[in-house]
């Protein structure tokens, strides 16, 4: 199975500043055959199921601030919230799809600081 | 307005079964795999597993901590997506998600508790 790894598990940020979210997976998830990272960012707000906010690493859902910024490629990938708002405070997680089974990061929590 | 509404969460005892709904509206589900996703209290997500679309062969993946225990059908006419859960432990008590999509799951619904006990 593909372990997922996330840091920190908790970031405190003042409003209008930038929030980095890492994830490292313990396997490369980028297909070579179609130069993809199967790798998707989700943010979970209190008492809210998960929203979708980035697929392939880096393409944007519809709807999602363009402060959201997803990077990385192979194992190595950040999720960046660049001027960080209230709405913003969530549990971020990852997720590979590379390979069954599909595994999660631990999460990380972002609050105001 | 795609909406996804689990239901047919509740308490169970352990060793017992429980079977999930998910129903959907407002895409042609019959176009899409399905995924099932669960969050232990205070957790962090955890895939379940998927179906895929009858045009992708209507197959089914699980994790291990659920294979051979829960099942995945679907319904294309109702548009209805099942969890089957059979010999519940107490470790599966958690709020079940259905997701529209196989690899990232693009739509949510609200989630159902499953509270295993005796």
């Known amino acids: 199975d593909i372990v997922m790894t996330q840091s920190p598990d908790s970031l405190a940020v003042s409003l209008g500043e930038r929030a980095t979210i890492n994830c490292k997976s313990s396997q490369s998830v980028l297909y070579s055959s179609n130069n993809k990272n199967y790798l998707a960012w989700y943010q979970q707000r209190s008492g809210q199921p998960p929203r979708l906010l980035i697929s392939w690493a880096s393409t944007r859902e519809s709807g999602v601030p363009d402060r959201y910024t997803g990077s990385g490629s192979a194992t190595d990938f950040s999720l960046t919230i660049s001027r960080l708002q209230d709405e913003d405070v969530a549990v971020y997680y990852c997720q590979q799809y590379y390979s069954v089974p599909f595994t999660f990061g631990g999460g990380t929590k972002v609050e105001i600081k | 307005e795609e909406q996804l509404v689990e239901s047919g969460g509740g308490l169970v005892q352990p060793g017992r079964s429980l079977r999930l709904s998910c129903t959907a509206s407002?895409?042609?589900?019959?176009?899409?795999?399905m995924s099932w996703f669960r969050q232990a209290p205070g957790k962090g997500l955890e895939w379940v597993g998927f179906i895929r679309s009858k045009v992708q062969g209507g197959t089914t993946e699980f994790g291990a901590s659920v294979k051979g225990r829960f099942t995945i059908s679907r319904d294309d006419f109702e548009s209805i997506a099942y969890l089957q859960m059979k010999n519940l432990k107490t470790e599966d008590t958690a709020v079940y998600y259905c997701?529209?999509?196989?690899?990232?799951?693009?739509?949510w619904g609200q989630g159902t508790l499953v509270t295993v006990s005796s």
């Open positions: 997701a529209r999509g196989r690899y990232y799951a693009q739509h």
């Open positions: 407002g895409f042609m589900f019959g176009d899409y795999a």
